[in-house]
């Protein structure tokens, strides 16, 4: 398993645990039922004794995330010294009896005042609930272990302040430097053309080789190896910076690695990362980074608009076209389908969060005025309320109505709801 989630179980001294084996048998069973592929939930305890407790989260050293479940009352003291040495995400658990909600209401409390965000699953709620909360509780761990593990390549930007802000791991390089140089010399004719075959597939046409092609493709393929190289997770360029020296535009190359789940963003942006890899974390699908380029009062629409989409999020045709601003280089034009969608917006110095669902009305506009994918969404506030609070230029989009989740996770990172 990727990572673990422990449900610790405490009891006072004074109550029998004969008598609380019901309990634990509940929480078993809701356990044993759940679909969760991709976590394995550990329940240890009950626990009346601090020392017992530690000692049992120094054992389970691959925990991503801790739910104190007070069985009784008289825990909450146990448990907040728990919570103080616990570095990964912390919810709350608690049932109908044996004062198990009043002990945890005032654990939630002490908690708050160190600044932790502790939810409490209530066991005594309706299945379904219980399986959302955990359902949310597993995304969030998720979300922190993504975190933990990512390392960003940066090139042409260096940013301290997101990397103090989340302790983000990144490694720079210089535009100038001649590792990008190099990189793009060795790819060879052959892996040209496995990668071209690759693109053809993604976009279910042919497309003719020419320069422009073969350059944006080597892209492609040298930043992989950079990725590569460098451990990384995700990748991140200045873009204008890099398009004036080395005359090809990145999109084509960030089209194909966000394809892949490969986060690659614009401009150099942490603040946009961070919100497409939490967007990421909710959708088995790609998410794609648009500019809010226009909106309409009257129709309650906003345009997106950019020339890196992703060619796996479900589209009807993909046009080869050139970049934007420049004309060079290769960008696509991404005509996808209508769903419904949701929207993050982060700021730089990442401590806001907006988030906002909508509809995908029509796409491929053909605007000659923006970025080449141009989508069409109605959302669901009203468009300038919805304008005015945006904490950045940057939108992220992402499939499916994910509002309510997404915020669950912006909370657990402390990022404040606009």
Known sequence: MAYRILILLLASKVHEVEKLKWKIKRLKEIVDKMEIETVNILIEGPYSSINNALEKLKESSSIGGIIIYCLT?????????????CNAPLWLMADESD?????????????RRIGRIAKIIYLNEPIERIYRKLETFNRVVNIFDLLRRSKILIIGRKDRKANNRLNL????????????????????????????????????KKITLNEKVEDAIKLYIAFKKLIRKFNCTAITVDCFRFIEKYGVTPCLSFSLLNSEKILSVCEGEMNSYLAMMIASSVSDKPVFMGNMSSYDMNSNTVILAHCTAPLTIP???????????????IALDVKFKRNNITLLSIDEKMKHILVEEGRILESSLKMPDK????VKIKINRGVEEYVNALPGNHQILVLGNRKKIVEEIAESLKLKLL
């Open 73 to 85: 009352g008289g825990t909450s003291k146990i448990a907040y010294e728990i919570s103080g040495k």
């Open 99 to 111: 004062n198990s909600l009043p002990s945890t209401i005032n654990l939630r409390e002490k908690v």
């Open 169 to 204: 791991k990144f490694k720079c390089i210089e535009i100038e430097n001649k590792i990008i140089e190099n990189e793009l010399n060795r790819v060879t004719g052959n892996e040209i053309e496995k990668a071209v075959r690759k693109f053809e597939k993604l976009i279910k």
């Open 315 to 329: 589209n009807e045709n993909v046009e080869v076209t050139s970049h934007f601003e420049t004309g060079r280089s």
């Open 371 to 374: 970025c080449r994918t141009q």
